[in-house]
């Protein structure tokens, strides 16, 4: 019983597998700090939620976040203050990124798109362009073929 050791249960533990416990524990590693002084924010305002993606420049997403994730519930969701909230939720979780000036691409017809403007200058973000990307049909969909009766 010299190399082996008695947990409080009663077991029988192996040396080796006590190593392979502690290896796993310290692997872990915190993430590097990186700074993206410029960054894309996606906002995707709809009638039912407010959805904000961080990007780098070259669209690599930095963390996002919704009204949803942050607990809302049904109407509450899409309202303009969800969408300052999420902001604030989104600035806390990437500040270690450094990210002063972004560019912001809205997308969509929802009441949290103004909301989440104002509230990206609050959090100290300064926009550097403001870019509305929301889908508008050209000619619209086809139109159903006349009844006959």
């Not at 669209?59 to 203050?81: Q, V």
């Not at 300052?84 to 017809?109: M, P, T, Y």
């Not at 798109?113 to 969909?141: E, M, Q, V």
Request: contains cysteine; glycine residues 10%.
């Amino acid at each position: 019983m010299s190399e082996e050791t008695k947990t409080k249960a009663g077991a029988v533990q192996a040396p080796a597998e006590k190593k392979k416990l502690a290896k796993a524990k310290a692997r872990k590693k915190k993430g590097k700090v990186v700074n993206i002084p410029v960054a894309n924010v996606y906002i995707q305002a709809t009638y039912n939620n407010t959805l904000i993606t961080v990007t780098d420049p070259q669209g690599n997403t930095l963390g996002w976040s919704s009204a949803g994730h942050m607990g809302f519930k049904g109407p509450k969701k899409s309202t303009p203050y969800a969408a300052g909230l999420v902001i604030k939720d989104l600035a806390e979780r990437l500040g270690s990124f450094g990210i002063k000036e972004v560019n912001v691409f809205i997308k969509g017809i929802g009441s949290g798109r103004d909301g989440a403007l104002r509230a990206l200058y609050a959090n100290g973000f300064s926009a550097l362009s403001i870019k509305d990307i929301t889908p508008i049909p050209h000619n619209g969909c086809r139109p159903c073929k006349v009844r006959r009766v």
